[in-house]
């Protein structure tokens, strides 16, 4: 199975300032078609999770701009340029190549 | 607007069945794929199960294989999630999800399976 690791697992950041969460894969997501079937998700408090990125560095429909996703085969990266207080909750990695589909362990950011 | 609607969630003793519904609407239903994933209390999130847009492709998680069926009905618009020989490890909120392949990009709500004698 396809195992997924997020770092860091906790995040604390402090409003305006940058925030990057890590996620490795066992497999490379890299599919012959040349995209990387990686997705990125968000559960705010409370809330059912929401996509933010897809194929790796595709912003979802109403995602704001600060949120990117970036790299390739079996390390990815999702930034925030300017951390807002709406962006508290968990993210997590998701890969869908593979089967069974598996999600990362989940990093919780916080506002300082 | 796209909602999907859970329902069928509730308090089950261990080694009994339960059926979870997904109702769908404000979207063309039998063009998209949909998948369950689950949440334990305070875990992380948990893919369980995936069926493709007519029913004729299903694939699940090793820890539901040969336990769970996903299924659905693109006439009534509900994707369905039939448990049997439930555990008390299946305890958790089960989300039914639409994909527009690759993507899982619109959620319901949630509902509640608790297993426990």
């Known amino acids: 199975d396809t195992v997924l690791t997020q770092s860091p697992l906790s995040l604390p950041v402090k409003p305006g300032e940058p925030a990057s969460i890590s996620c490795r894969s066992s497999?490379?997501?890299?599919?012959?078609?040349?995209?990387?079937?990686m997705e990125w998700y968000l559960q705010k408090p409370g809330q059912s999770p929401q996509l933010l990125i897809y194929l790796g560095s595709n912003r979802a429909s109403g995602v704001p701009d600060r949120f990117s996703g970036s790299g390739s085969g079996t390390d990815f990266t999702l930034k925030i340029s300017r951390v807002e207080a709406e962006d508290v909750g968990v993210y997590y990695c998701?890969?869908?190549?593979?089967?069974?589909?598996?999600f990362g362990q989940g990093t919780k950011l916080e506002i300082k | 607007q796209v909602q999907l609607v859970e329902s069928g969630g509730g308090v089950v003793q261990p080694l009994r069945s339960l059926r979870l519904s997904c109702a769908a609407s404000g979207f063309s239903f039998n063009t998209y794929g949909m998948h369950w994933v689950r949440q334990a209390p305070g875990k992380g999130l948990e893919w369980v199960a995936f069926?493709?847009?007519?029913?004729?492709?299903?694939i699940y998680a090793d820890s539901v294989k040969g336990r769970f069926t996903i299924s659905r009905d693109n006439f009534n618009n509900t994707l369905y999630l039939q448990m049997n020989s439930l555990r008390t490890e299946d305890t958790a909120v089960y989300y039914c999800?639409?994909?527009?392949?690759?993507?899982?990009?619109?959620w319901g709500q949630g509902t509640l399976v608790t297993v426990s004698s």
């Open positions: 998701m890969q869908v190549l593979y089967t069974p589909h598996s």
């Open positions: 999800a639409r994909t527009i392949l690759p993507a899982l990009d619109w």
């Open positions: 069926v493709a847009f007519d029913g004729n492709y299903k």
């Open positions: 497999q490379s997501l890299l599919h012959t078609n040349e995209y990387n079937y």
